[in-house]
C-alpha cells in the first residue's frame, strides 16, 4: 500500500457513507451490507484508508468458495488433482472512490487480497472475479487474470503465477 493510504480491516468506526465510486451497488454494499457480511464471517472486507482524512478511498472483500475443475482452462486443470472443485479465494468486489481513482490503488488493492489469500492458512489455488462489466474485466485481464466457465466475466489467476509476475516485475 502507498504512503498516502493505509489498509484496514473494515471497522463500525470506518466514515462509509460517503464513499462513491460511481457504481451505485458498490457504493450501497459499502455502506449497507459489507459490516453484516464481515459479522456473518460470508466475507472479510478490508478498506483503504487516506492517511490524512481517514477518509475510505477504495475497498474489496474476500471470500474462500470452489470452482469446478471442469470450468479452469485445460492446461490449468491437467496439473490439479481430479477433485470435483478447486479452492480458490474470490474477490466479490473491488471499488474506488471517484476522488482517489486513477492512482494505482485499485492494483495495490488486488495485490493485497492476493497476498492475504497466498498466506491464509486455508489452501487456494487461484483468486477468482465475476466482473461487473467489460471495463472491470479488461482491468482483471491487465494483471493476468483470464477467463473461465460459462462467459467472459468470470475470470481466475493462479495465485502462484500472480504473486510470481508481482515479485519478478
Known sequence: MTAPFRLEPLAPGHARASFACGVAALDHYLAAQAGQDVRRRVSACYVALESVSGAVAGYYTLAACGVALT???????????????????????????????????????????????????????????DAKDDRAARFYRHHGFEPFGAHGLQLAVPLKRFITSRTTS
Do not use: C, H, M, N
Open 71 to 129: 470450468d479452469l482452462p485445460a492446461d490449468w486443470a491437467k496439473r490439479l488433482p481430479r477433485y470435483p472443485s478447486v479452492p480458490v479465494a474470490r474477490v466479490g468486489r473491488l471499488a474506488i472512490d471517484q476522488r482517489f481513482q486513477g492512482r494505482q490503488l485499485g492494483s495495490a488493492l488486488l495485490a493485497d487480497a492476493a497476498v492475504r489469500a497466498a498466506r491464509s492458512e486455508v489452501a487456494v489455488f487461484a483468486l477468482v472475479v
